[in-house]
Nanobody
């Protein structure tokens, strides 16, 4: 199992921005599809965004399109999730996850997970 570490969460007002980071110290992230999932209290974990390893194809759930951007920095071995125009309904614990080469929206397809970072959007 690959070790992933998320950071960058926090408390932000509606309309604000945060940038989440997903780091791995023991393997090279760009060989894997990396996804961001989130889980709000009492709700199921849901896919937010994903970047594949083969052609860097990008995927977003509809509710974050135009607001969130996923990207890789190969030199830093980091995947980012830039979140703009945040809404209260974006409040959740955000996890990054890794799997083979291709993205999936199903959390069960991912074998490696970080511990998550809390994002709270509130006035």
């Amino acid at each position: 199992q690959l070790q992933l570490v998320e950071s960058g969460g926090g408390l932000v007002q509606p309309g604000g921005s945060l940038r989440l980071s997903c780091d791995a110290s023991e393997f090279t992230l760009h060989y894997y599809a990396i996804a961001w999932f989130r889980q709000a209290p009492g709700k199921e974990r849901e896919g937010v965004s994903c970047i594949s390893s083969k052609d860097d194809s990008l995927y977003y759930r509809d509710s974050v399109k135009g607001r969130f951007t996923i990207s890789r920095d190969m030199a830093k071995n980091t995947v980012y999730l830039q979140m703009n125009n945040l809404r209260p309904e974006d409040t959740a614990v955000y996890y990054c996850a890794a799997r083979g080469a291709y993205c999936s929206s199903y959390s069960g397809d991912f074998g490696s997970w970080g511990r998550g970072t809390q994002v709270t959007v509130s006035a």
